[in-house]
C-alpha cells in the first residue's frame, strides 16, 4: 500500500510523534522510512536584527547544518529503536514546505507523516501552517498527526 | 494501530479514493470503517437566492437528506466490494467540518481519511478547504489522500 513513507523531522515533540505513526505504518505495508530535517539558510537581514552579528554569515550556515544533521541522527536512531526495517535520514538547507514537497517528488514518496496542530504555541502554529502547506503544494497523501 | 476509521464521503472521486485508501488501511490494521455522508440544511436564505423556491422548505430538506443517504450507501458497497470487513454508513446534517470533528469525538475515531486537494476545480477546492479545517479543529490523525 506504502513503499516509500517520509517524515519531515524539526526536533520537536510533535514531528518524533508522527514518526511513530510513521514507523507502526512502515511495519504494516514494507515501506522505507526517509527522515527529512530542512533547515534555513542563514541571511544578513535576520543576522543583522539579531543580537548576535557573526563575523562568517557562512560558519553560522553550518552550525545550522549541524544541528539539523543531529536532529535528523536522533530521529533516525529513535525510528529503528522503535522497529522500523530501513531508515534513511537526509538533511537539505531552503524553503521548508517546498523543500518537503520537492523531496516527496524526487524520491517517489507515497505518504508523507506530518506532525501537525498543537496546543496553541507559536511553535506548534507555525507547524501546523506547515503541513498545510505541504497538503496544499502535493498530490501526495498527507498524514497530519 | 488504527481501530475506528473515517471516511467523510460527498459523493465525489476525491472522497471514493480517500475510502481506498481507508479500506486498504482498515485491511492492514483490522479498523472498523465508518463513512459518514453531511448535508447542509435548507435555509430560506438559499431558497430566495435560487430559481427554484420550494413550496414546502421541509419537503426540500426530506431530498437534501435522501441523495446524502444514497450517497453513504454507495460508499459503503463500494467499501465492501474493496474488500472491507467492518462498514458503517452515517448520514447527519449541519456544518460540514464541524460535524466531521463532532463524530470523530464522539464515536473515538483514530483516524480520519479526507479527500484533500484537487485539479483545481471550485468543487476540489472546497474540499480541500473542509480538509484544512478538519485537521485544524481535531486533535485526531488527519490523511489527506
Not at 520537492?102 to 501552517?129: C, H, P, Q, T, W
Amino acid at each position: 500500500m506504502f513503499k516509500h513513507i517520509l517524515v519531515p523531522v524539526d526536533g520537536s515533540i510533535n514531528s518524533f510523534a508522527a514518526l511513530d505513526k510513521a514507523v507502526g505504518l512502515a511495519g504494516l505495508t514494507g515501506a522505507v522510512v526517509s527522515i527529512l530535517t530542512i533547515y534555513r539558510h542563514h541571511s544578513l537581514l535576520e543576522a543583522s536584527l539579531s543580537m548576535v552579528r557573526p563575523q562568517d554569515p557562512r560558519r553560522f550556515d553550518d552550525v545550522m547544518r549541524e544541528y539539523a544533521k543531529e536532529i535528523a541522527e536522533k530521529a533516525k536512531a529513535h525510528a529503528l529503536a522503535a522497529g522500523a526495517a530501513e531508515v534513511h535520514a537526509f538533511v537539505r538547507n531552503g524553503a521548508i514546505a517546498r523543500g518537503i514537497v520537492a523531496f516527496a517528488k524526487d524520491r517517489e514518496v507515497d505518504l508523507i507523516v506530518m506532525g501537525g496542530r498543537g496546543v496553541g504555541s507559536a511553535e506548534n502554529y507555525m507547524l501546523g501552517s506547515i503541513s498545510h502547506k505541504v497538503a496544499s503544494l502535493t498530490q501526495r497523501p498527507v498524514m497530519i498527526v
